[in-house]
């Protein structure tokens, strides 16, 4: 059976170059010296090439392991010309029932990751998409990280997320309460996840503040 062949347009040189030295470096590929064009990647075998004339791309599959897709890998390779492959995705939404606006706080840099959208505060009464975190382009590293929140009364709200992209591992997420005021505030958490592009995956999640006594620290998480 002969290979399909796939072509992407307006790839120049530079950005051809950093894709495939994602796929040599982060995902361990392999081009055979025998062979003009040919790469081996997780199990995927065919070759990648650049038209420098047409500023196109050409990939051809001759193999695609069970564990992939077809259209996943052509997903992932127009993404990744495109610059805006990310894997996994976390989209959190806060819904503020308190009387007073909860503000956003102590915000440290991403263990891994990046922001697609910055943590903002919420207001009495509201609920807003507050922050979502993405995994960097192409790379097979999810997106983890804290963000904490702040009430008037000096309540602090912590969110603590830690999406995993290797299969059978454990993504969670906590929300706790903590200062001398916790105990008048309750929380709860809901958390969807589908999958993306047959490896990655969307996390959404929702965590409501209320007042009144209850669960000061609430968990959600899923097995990938």
């Known amino acids: 059976m002969s290979a399909e062949k796939i072509t992407f347009h307006n790839v120049d040189r530079p950005t051809f170059e950093a894709v495939e030295e994602r796929l040599l470096e982060e995902l361990g590929g392999l081009r055979p010296d025998d062979a003009k064009g040919e790469l081996h990647v997780l199990g995927v075998r065919g070759s990648l090439d650049h038209d420098e004339k047409d500023s196109s791309a050409t990939v051809s599959l001759a193999f695609v392991p069970p564990v992939f897709s077809k259209g996943a890998v052509v997903g992932w390779l127009q993404d990744a010309f495109a610059g805006g492959l990310h894997w996994d995705k976390v989209t959190v939404t806060l ?10 706080g102590n ?23 507050t922050f979502s975190a993405e995994s960097m382009p192409g790379a097979y590293v999810a997106p983890v990280g804290t963000v904490a929140y702040g009430l008037p009364d000096g309540t602090v709200l912590t969110v603590n997320f830690d999406m995993q992209f290797a299969v059978d591992q454990v993504s969670t997420m906590t929300a706790s309460l903590s200062g001398a005021r916790a105990s008048s505030y309750n929380l709860a958490i809901d958390g969807k996840h589908k999958s ?3 490896q990655g995956t969307r996390w959404t999640v929702t965590i409501t503040l209320n007042e009144g006594a209850g669960s000061t620290s609430v968990e959600t998480s899923y097995t990938r």
Do not use: R
């Open 107 to 129: 915000v440290p840099n991403l263990t891994h990751g990046e922001w697609s959208t910055y943590p903002v505060s919420v207001p009495a009464g509201k609920e807003i998409e």
């Open 196 to 198: 993306y592009g047959g």
């Open 95 to 104: 819904a503020n029932n308190a009387s007073l606006d909860l503000s956003v």
